[in-house]
Each structure stands twice: as structure tokens, then as C-alpha cells.
């Protein structure tokens, strides 16, 4: 069973934080941000709004590219950085601390428990590794 301040990942490389029972942070990696370069736009849903596990809910712009947050878990947003929205960088220079992106009221605690703890994380970066060697 998972505690409050459990950080676990997402293969889309994003970071879940629980914050409480049923409430969670959810942030990049630093993986993410590093590979994607200087952050220049970010485009999330606004708070009230659903987040559907393995649905994109956002877009990051940054130097290396474009890509699609993919949700790693279901719930209601109820809070937004708005820091982040209006100077993404942060999330370049603190991505798993004041560069988190929004929270989530989640139904259910079983879609965090099925995410990566910081080691099988890492083994999975390891296995993105190879694959694009």
C-alpha cells in the first residue's frame, strides 16, 4: 500500500506524488525534460476537467520537439501550476519540484499502484536505452 509522499512514474515519463488519500501531483520527469530540451509552451486541461489513464490531457512545446502527455492516472483536475503555464522553464530547472504540472482528485488509489517505483523506472530507462542504440 502506497504512503502519502510516494512518488512512482509512468512509462509516458511522467511522475505521480500523493499528496493524500485520494489527491495526487503529477509532474515530468527529469528524463522527459532533459530529452526534450528547453520547455517553450505547455497546454493542459483546465481545472474541473477529466484525465482518462493512457489518454492524452496536454501538450508540451519544447526546443527538441513536440510531444503528448499521456495520462498516467483517472481523475478530476482540481489544481493547475499556472507558474509553470506562464514560465515553463521551471519545469526545466525543478521538474520534480516546483515544475509539477497539476493535481488530480483520483476515484481510485489502484491506478498509482500500478505504476513504476523509481527502480523498475530506471530499469525501463535502461531498456529505452538499449532499444534506441
Not at 501531483?25 to 481545472?47: A, C, H, N
Not at 512545446?61 to 510531444?67: H, I, L, S, Y
Amino acid at each position: 500500500m502506497s504512503t502519502i509522499g510516494d512518488i512512482l512514474f509512468s512509462r509516458d515519463h511522467l511522475w505521480v506524488r500523493m499528496d493524500d488519500e485520494i489527491r495526487a501531483t503529477l509532474g515530468m520527469t527529469d528524463f522527459l525534460q532533459d530529452k526534450m530540451g528547453e520547455i517553450y509552451s505547455l497546454r493542459l486541461p483546465e481545472e474541473g476537467e477529466e484525465l482518462i489513464k493512457e489518454e492524452s490531457f496536454g501538450l508540451l512545446e519544447a526546443k527538441n520537439g513536440r510531444r503528448e502527455l499521456i495520462a498516467p492516472i483517472s481523475g478530476e483536475v482540481v489544481e493547475i501550476n499556472y507558474e509553470a503555464l506562464e514560465v515553463p522553464e521551471i519545469i526545466n530547472d525543478d521538474p520534480l519540484s516546483e515544475g509539477w504540472i497539476l493535481k488530480v482528485e483520483m476515484p481510485s488509489g489502484q491506478e498509482f499502484e500500478d505504476l513504476l517505483t523509481e527502480e523498475e523506472y530506471e530499469d525501463y530507462l535502461n531498456e529505452v536505452e538499449l532499444e534506441e542504440e
